[in-house]
């Protein structure tokens, strides 16, 4: 079966700093990757997804993510946070053509120090 | 508002007792899911429509678990005979059904069974 491992499920860091989350994900198939964002008190958000073509996908507020299929990862990373990045942040995966049930990693606090 | 909406935001209700959630999805979205999750992980699949097929349901929906989504607009979910192990968030997701499967999610539903 499908499973999503995100490495670290809390992470604090300074503002200014880099970041990078872990996912690894386990499917031999093609995947459409996903990286979703709770910030406190509201809903989750996608912040970006890979289904093909660049392994380096950019997302909203400046994060972006990088597709390693040998490594089968799929890393989010922003070089440098800011106070507001304060929130819990989900990677996902579906299989390319079931186009319907996101798996879950169990999600990354992230804190950051102002 | 045109984005996902649940109702009502939090249920408390004591063991035994029924209960019944909402999802209104984006008008234009014909695909509706629903997820559960608890604290600490990520959300976990439950089931999800096709308009107003259900298409698939997990193993994690046991018989006390119904869901309905009778004009393929909002959706229901049903949980007979609560338990406390239903205490959790349930969320509520839809997407398109052609294209890039991004799904939209509502603010949830936070369950929690005494």
């Known amino acids: 079966a499908q499973s999503v491992s995100q490495h670290n499920h809390h992470v604090i860091l300074s503002e200014a700093a880099s970041l990078e989350l872990g996912c690894n994900y386990s499917?031999?198939?093609?995947?459409?990757l996903f990286w979703y964002v709770q910030y406190p008190g509201q809903h989750l958000q996608l912040l970006l997804k890979?289904?093909?073509?660049d392994p380096l996908v950019k997302g909203i507020k400046g994060f972006e993510a990088e597709f390693i299929k040998s490594k089968f990862s799929f890393n989010l990373r922003k070089p440098s946070v800011q106070w507001s990045d304060t929130a819990e942040y989900f990677c996902a995966v579906t299989e390319r053509d079931s186009n319907y049930q996101l798996i879950w990693g169990a999600g990354t606090k992230l804190i950051i120090k102002p | 508002d045109t984005g996902v909406s649940q109702d009502p935001r939090h249920k408390i209700t004591k063991r035994g007792q029924n209960v019944t959630f909402r999802c209104d999805p984006i008008?234009?979205?014909?695909?509706l899911y629903w997820y559960r999750q608890t604290l600490g992980q990520g959300p976990e699949f439950l089931t999800y429509?096709?308009?107003?097929?259900?298409?698939?349901k997990s193993r994690l929906l046991s018989d006390r678990f119904s869901a309905e989504r009778p004009k393929g607009s909002f959706s229901t979910l049903e949980i007979q005979r609560t338990e406390q192990g239903d205490s959790a968030m349930y969320l509520c997701?839809?997407?398109?059904?052609?294209?890039?499967?991004?799904?939209?999610f509502g603010p949830g539903t936070r369950l929690t069974v005494l």
């Open positions: 429509f096709q308009n107003e097929a259900q298409l698939e």
């Open positions: 499917y031999g198939g093609t995947v459409n």
């Open positions: 997701a839809s997407s398109r059904s052609s294209g890039y499967n991004e799904q939209f």
């Open positions: 890979y289904f093909s073509g």
């Open positions: 008008s234009e979205h014909n695909r």
